[in-house]
Protein backbone atom coordinates (compact mmCIF):
# COMPACT_ATOMS: atom_id res chain seq x y z
CA UNK A 1 0.00 0.00 0.00
CA UNK A 2 3.05 2.40 -0.18
CA UNK A 3 2.14 3.49 -3.51
CA UNK A 4 -1.48 4.56 -2.13
CA UNK A 5 0.56 7.17 0.31
CA UNK A 6 2.77 8.03 -2.77
CA UNK A 7 -0.41 8.74 -4.49
CA UNK A 8 -2.24 10.93 -2.53
CA UNK A 9 0.53 13.52 -1.53
CA UNK A 10 1.35 13.35 -5.16
CA UNK A 11 -2.35 13.79 -6.40
CA UNK A 12 -2.31 16.65 -3.92
CA UNK A 13 0.49 18.14 -4.66
CA UNK A 14 -0.20 18.06 -8.46
CA UNK A 15 -3.32 19.76 -7.90
CA UNK A 16 -1.42 22.78 -5.69
CA UNK A 17 -2.74 22.20 -2.49
CA UNK A 18 -1.93 21.81 1.21
CA UNK A 19 -2.93 19.28 3.20
CA UNK A 20 -5.04 21.58 4.98
CA UNK A 21 -6.60 22.06 2.48
CA UNK A 22 -7.48 18.88 1.36
CA UNK A 23 -8.40 18.54 5.51
CA UNK A 24 -11.20 21.00 4.45
CA UNK A 25 -12.55 19.52 1.76
CA UNK A 26 -12.69 16.43 3.37
CA UNK A 27 -14.18 18.01 6.38
CA UNK A 28 -11.60 16.56 8.84
CA UNK A 29 -9.42 17.58 11.15
CA UNK A 30 -6.44 19.47 9.90
CA UNK A 31 -4.57 17.42 11.86
CA UNK A 32 -5.62 14.28 11.02
CA UNK A 33 -5.06 14.03 6.75
CA UNK A 34 -1.31 14.47 7.02
CA UNK A 35 -1.15 11.21 9.14
CA UNK A 36 -3.32 9.53 6.57
CA UNK A 37 -0.76 10.46 3.88
CA UNK A 38 2.55 9.33 5.65
CA UNK A 39 0.48 6.13 6.66
CA UNK A 40 0.43 6.35 10.16
CA UNK A 41 -3.60 6.02 10.30
CA UNK A 42 -5.83 3.73 8.50
CA UNK A 43 -8.06 5.97 6.39
CA UNK A 44 -11.59 5.14 5.98
CA UNK A 45 -13.23 3.88 3.20
CA UNK A 46 -15.68 7.38 2.54
CA UNK A 47 -12.47 9.47 2.91
CA UNK A 48 -11.25 7.24 0.20
CA UNK A 49 -14.14 7.23 -2.13
CA UNK A 50 -14.25 11.38 -1.51
CA UNK A 51 -10.92 11.67 -2.38
CA UNK A 52 -10.68 9.48 -5.63
CA UNK A 53 -14.38 11.43 -6.66
CA UNK A 54 -12.80 14.57 -5.86
CA UNK A 55 -9.36 13.83 -7.96
CA UNK A 56 -11.35 12.23 -10.60
CA UNK A 57 -9.69 8.99 -10.66
CA UNK A 58 -10.31 5.22 -9.81
CA UNK A 59 -9.98 3.81 -6.30
CA UNK A 60 -8.01 1.19 -8.02
CA UNK A 61 -5.32 4.27 -9.44
CA UNK A 62 -5.84 5.98 -5.98
CA UNK A 63 -4.63 3.17 -4.08
CA UNK A 64 -1.95 1.79 -6.29
CA UNK A 65 -3.62 -1.40 -8.11
CA UNK A 66 -4.14 0.34 -11.33
CA UNK A 67 -2.30 3.00 -13.55
CA UNK A 68 -5.29 3.25 -15.53
CA UNK A 69 -6.87 6.90 -13.76
CA UNK A 70 -10.18 6.61 -14.89
CA UNK A 71 -13.21 7.69 -12.91
CA UNK A 72 -16.31 6.00 -12.29
CA UNK A 73 -17.96 8.76 -10.01
CA UNK A 74 -20.64 6.90 -8.19
CA UNK A 75 -21.00 6.40 -4.43
CA UNK A 76 -19.76 3.11 -2.43
CA UNK A 77 -22.49 0.79 -1.62
CA UNK A 78 -22.57 -1.26 1.35
CA UNK A 79 -24.79 -3.62 0.28
CA UNK A 80 -23.30 -4.04 -3.59
CA UNK A 81 -20.55 -4.14 -2.03
CA UNK A 82 -21.17 -7.09 0.96
CA UNK A 83 -22.86 -8.71 -2.41
CA UNK A 84 -19.22 -8.78 -3.97
CA UNK A 85 -18.02 -10.30 -1.40
CA UNK A 86 -20.30 -13.30 -1.20
CA UNK A 87 -19.59 -13.36 -5.34
CA UNK A 88 -15.99 -13.99 -4.79
CA UNK A 89 -16.18 -16.27 -1.68
CA UNK A 90 -18.90 -18.54 -3.26
CA UNK A 91 -17.10 -18.20 -6.66
CA UNK A 92 -13.55 -19.44 -5.12
CA UNK A 93 -16.37 -22.03 -3.19
CA UNK A 94 -14.81 -21.52 0.22
CA UNK A 95 -17.13 -21.15 3.33
CA UNK A 96 -17.48 -17.91 5.62
CA UNK A 97 -14.80 -20.06 8.31
CA UNK A 98 -12.76 -20.40 5.30
CA UNK A 99 -12.80 -16.93 3.66
CA UNK A 100 -12.12 -15.58 7.72
CA UNK A 101 -9.38 -17.43 7.83
CA UNK A 102 -7.88 -16.35 4.71
CA UNK A 103 -8.43 -13.06 5.19
CA UNK A 104 -7.82 -12.48 9.01
CA UNK A 105 -10.72 -11.34 10.58
CA UNK A 106 -13.66 -13.12 12.36
CA UNK A 107 -16.50 -14.95 10.58
CA UNK A 108 -19.19 -12.89 12.36
CA UNK A 109 -17.81 -9.91 10.94
CA UNK A 110 -17.21 -11.49 7.96
CA UNK A 111 -20.57 -12.20 7.98
CA UNK A 112 -21.48 -8.72 8.45
CA UNK A 113 -19.46 -7.40 5.64
CA UNK A 114 -21.13 -9.83 3.88
CA UNK A 115 -24.62 -8.84 4.40
CA UNK A 116 -23.71 -4.89 4.48
CA UNK A 117 -24.20 -4.70 8.17
CA UNK A 118 -20.83 -2.42 8.88
CA UNK A 119 -18.89 -1.07 6.85
CA UNK A 120 -15.27 -3.25 6.09
CA UNK A 121 -11.91 -1.02 6.74
CA UNK A 122 -10.24 -0.11 3.60
CA UNK A 123 -6.87 -2.51 4.71
CA UNK A 124 -9.45 -5.44 4.75
CA UNK A 125 -10.97 -4.67 1.47
CA UNK A 126 -7.40 -4.13 -0.11
CA UNK A 127 -6.64 -7.43 1.12
CA UNK A 128 -9.19 -8.97 -0.49
CA UNK A 129 -8.87 -7.06 -3.80
CA UNK A 130 -5.22 -8.32 -3.80
CA UNK A 131 -6.04 -11.77 -3.24
CA UNK A 132 -8.30 -12.35 -5.14
CA UNK A 133 -7.37 -10.40 -8.13
CA UNK A 134 -10.20 -7.90 -7.89
CA UNK A 135 -10.96 -4.42 -8.82
CA UNK A 136 -11.84 -2.19 -5.84
CA UNK A 137 -13.66 0.01 -7.92
CA UNK A 138 -15.69 -3.77 -8.64
CA UNK A 139 -15.80 -4.21 -4.94
CA UNK A 140 -16.89 -0.69 -3.67
CA UNK A 141 -19.43 -0.99 -6.29
CA UNK A 142 -17.96 2.46 -8.29
CA UNK A 143 -17.77 -0.36 -11.31
CA UNK A 144 -19.68 -3.55 -12.89
CA UNK A 145 -16.47 -4.40 -14.50
CA UNK A 146 -14.57 -6.94 -12.85
CA UNK A 147 -10.82 -5.94 -13.81
CA UNK A 148 -8.32 -8.45 -12.99
CA UNK A 149 -5.33 -6.64 -11.09
CA UNK A 150 -1.94 -7.12 -11.76
CA UNK A 151 0.57 -6.15 -9.66
Known amino acids: MALFFKRIYDLRVDN ?3 QRDIAKILNVNKNTYPHWEKGMYEIPIDIIDKLA ?13 SDDKGSFGKRYNLNLIGKRLKEIRVGNKLTQKEMSEITGFGQMNYSRYERGVIVIPFSKLYLIAKRFNVSLDYLMGKSDKVKIMVH
Open 53 to 65: NFYNVSIDYITGL
Open 16 to 18: DLL
